[in-house]
């Protein structure tokens, strides 16, 4: 069913910051089906908008909905931020902080990938050490049995040693 630019206008308007309205909300009070309203929200994200998943508040938003808030912030001045938050439904600090914690995202992982390698070299020292005392064990073992069969093959040939006594 085609529906006119109007109606698609409001469905999307009420998708977009500050509303935030949920797929089912709009489709229950406007009458469009869900799946029409999701292929409008896709048309709207390939064509570069930041359209939440839900109609969840900002601070629930998925890492994704936030890295798109923050790649179109970057650019901006305190006073085009300002007016991109009061359009957007955003407060200027949730903004700040999501652009602070995609800055900071990838400080640990020199640290991690040292740590990581440590560990690593502290299990194949660990299984070397497992891996010889194997070994050993192994060796002992199989000089036991060859003890034993050799003790029952004297015995066999010779008799036990109690029948002499």
Request: proline residues 4%.
């Amino acid at each position: 069913m085609a529906y006119s630019d109007k109606v698609k206008e409001t469905a999307i308007r009420m998708m977009l910051p500050p509303e935030n309205r949920s797929i089912m909300d709009i489709s229950e009070s406007l009458g469009i089906p869900r799946t029409t309203l999701i292929h409008w929200r896709k048309e709207l994200r390939a064509k570069g908008h930041t359209v939440p998943s839900s109609g969840q508040k900002p601070e629930r938003w998925s890492s994704r909905d936030k890295f798109a808030i923050v790649l179109e912030t970057m650019p901006l001045s305190e006073v085009e931020l300002a007016e991109y938050c009061r359009k957007k439904g955003l407060y200027i600090d949730q903004v700040r902080q999501w652009q602070e914690n995609c800055q900071s995202a990838n400080d640990e992982i020199p640290g991690r990938i040292a740590e990581i390698m440590q560990k690593d070299k502290e299990s194949e020292k660990e299984i070397r050490q497992l891996k010889k005392e194997l070994q050993r064990k192994e060796a002992a073992l199989a000089e036991a049995a060859a003890l034993l069969i050799l003790q029952k093959k004297a015995e066999a040939i010779w008799g036990t040693s109690d029948e002499g006594n």
